[in-house]
């Protein structure tokens, strides 16, 4: 009897679409001619500029200062002159204070990155410097500061420390290449994450659907004790508590975060970022990301310079195949719908989605029909229909109650609802009230 793989309760299985990529070896994307390098790029404080116009900057250079702990500094991602210090479109959809750059072609580190001779002999605060020094943020798309997860309060120790390789939004890739391609310096940021948190437990999960990537960690990891499990295909399955149920068999509290539990997730390109942080002083000055979509000459995953404009990346893979009619940073389950394409690549963009006119459908919202689908497929247990309802009659104390708080914004409810009903957006309309009274509070 085939042997039941790991998951969670709730979730959905929408198509997977990951065919156009898979199979494709990461490439290194050309630098523009400009890049656009957001001072927010991370949750938390936004950086502050320390360049100004007309002067010129080093590959690696300090570009904005971090403010406050809960922020990280911002890089140069190539040598070159500062354009401009302005606000620019930005994937959140708003403009923000950017620091533009002209590359000058030279791609010149300023001084040489300060390697270390053995990380082994690092104790875990010096090597949570390296990493907010480097910027280093989730980059399965959080973008929550790296030192901040790796610095618990004393009450809650680590055990486990859980690297997330699952991937589950449909289209995307990069994790899955990064695994397959970058196993020792994935492993390498693994061992560092470990050693930060003082963890026992190290387990990386990774769907089924990546065959290849577990064969290869299972090979990599033989004989050490860290654990590669393979997980079902499910989406959410890579959303943090999603993974902790699935891995851990213990739900994170209402409210509560995997710190309560003792447990810590990173994104597996996160710990390869953490690994050139830390072994080779290297800023997170770039990422690898999938461009994909029916409207894409010629799709692929692309290691990309932050700060990247999109439209750069689409002519560098032939242009585009039709009209394009929509564009996500993201997969199409959680990604930001864009504008256009002069937004840049940040360290949170683990995709790059372009759809043709025709393959985006337009559903025409219809009355709950209380078939309870949402609330079956909703991972984090709660009722979206009844949530979506009080946030639309603005009774936000109400969606409290009903714990909108807890939504972890999967957008599974709103996928599977027959009468087309904007769950997610009325729930996360919710969330923001909520939020802003709690502030004036
Ligand atoms: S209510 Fe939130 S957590 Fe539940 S399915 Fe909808 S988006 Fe996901
Ligand atoms: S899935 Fe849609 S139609 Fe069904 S109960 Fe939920 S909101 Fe109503």
Known sequence: ???????????????????????????????????????????????????????????????????????????????????????????????????????????????????????????AEELCERIRAAGVVGLGGAAFPTHVKLSPPPEKPIHTLLINGVECEPYLTADHRLMLEETARLLAGIDILRRALGARRVCIGIEANKPDAIARLEEACRGTDVEVATLAVKYPQGAEKQLISALVGREVPSGGLPMDLGVVVQNVGTAAAVADAVLAGKPLIERVTTLTGSALARPGNLRVRIGTPLRHLVAWRGGLTGELAKILCGGPMMGAAQLSLDVPVVRGTSGVLLLREGDVELRRESACIRCGRCVRACPSFLMPTTIAAYARLERFEAAEQFRAMDCIECGCCTYICPAAIPLVQAVRHAKLAILARRRKL
């Not at 039941?4 to 959905?12: E, W």
């Not at 929408?14 to 065919?19: G, V």
């Not at 630098?31 to 957001?38: A, D, N, T």
């Not at 500029?49 to 971090?66: D, F, M, P, S, Y």
Request: aromatic fraction near 4%; hydrophobic fraction near 40%; charge should be negative.
């Open 1 to 123: 009897m085939m042997k039941k793989l790991k998951t969670f309760r709730g979730g959905l299985h929408p198509s997977e679409h990951k065919e156009q990529t898979a199979h494709l070896a990461i490439e290194d994307c050309p630098l523009p001619e400009e890049l656009v390098i957001p001072l927010s790029q991370h949750i938390g404080a936004p950086a502050e500029a320390c360049v100004a116009k007309g002067e010129r900057v080093a590959k690696g250079q300090l570009i904005g200062r971090a403010r406050g702990f809960v922020s990280v500094p911002v890089h140069a991602s190539t040598s070159g002159e500062v354009l401009a210090v302005e606000a620019r479109p930005h994937p959140s959809g708003k403009l923000l204070p950017a620091v533009v750059l002209r590359p000058d072609g030279e791609d010149a580190w300023g001084e040489a990155p300060a390697s270390v001779a053995d990380y082994r002999e690092l104790g």
